[in-house]
């Protein structure tokens, strides 16, 4: 989603697309909901929490990745209000909405980064086969996101991918 963001404003900096606000609040809602409300308070309760018993090492990364979590809701109400903004003023309005856009995706980015190249190593090294079951039940239970409530989830992401002009999605 964060690629795409970037591509379709690209596409509309270069001149290349329109603006389709109702892609783009499309996009941001799948973020809200799937990272934001899904994957990261299963990381806080699982993944880091294990770890947190197991390796000393990497609690003040934990506790900044958690720091981060917090910030969700904020940083996605930023970006949705510069969107929206952009929606109603118009092309004057397109480069704070892609300043806001860069500092989200550079903000994510970092924060992926740091996951992968500091957590995830640690996590092979300490956690159990025993606590990687738990982990890996506590992402696959009930609350999937493909699943949801009635696949709501896999549904955004599907009108999300039609709606998308090419290389972001199959939409024209």
Not at 141 to 164: C, H, K, S
Request: hydrophobic share 45%; with cysteine; charged share 25%.
């Amino acid at each position: 989603m964060l690629s795409g963001l970037r591509a379709l404003a690209s596409g509309i900096e270069a001149g290349r697309l329109t603006p389709d606000f109702e892609l783009m609040t499309s996009m941001i809602d799948y973020i809200e909901n799937v990272p934001e409300k899904v994957h990261h308070p299963k990381e806080n309760a699982y993944l880091f929490a294990r770890l947190r018993q197991r390796c000393d090492e990497v609690l003040p990364v934990i506790e900044q990745l958690e720091q981060e979590h917090t910030q969700g809701d904020a940083r996605i109400a930023a970006l949705r209000a510069a969107l929206e903004t952009y929606r109603r003023e118009g092309e004057s309005a397109f480069a704070a909405y892609q300043a806001a856009l860069k500092a989200y995706i550079e903000f994510e980015w970092q924060h992926m980064s740091t996951e992968e190249h500091l957590v995830f190593p640690l996590a092979r090294k300490h956690l159990t086969a025993e606590d990687w079951a738990e982990i890996d039940a506590a992402f696959l239970a009930n609350d999937n996101p493909w699943q949801g409530a009635a696949g709501e989830y896999a549904a955004l992401f599907t009108r999300i991918v039609n709606m998308a002009p090419a290389p972001v999605g199959l939409g024209s």
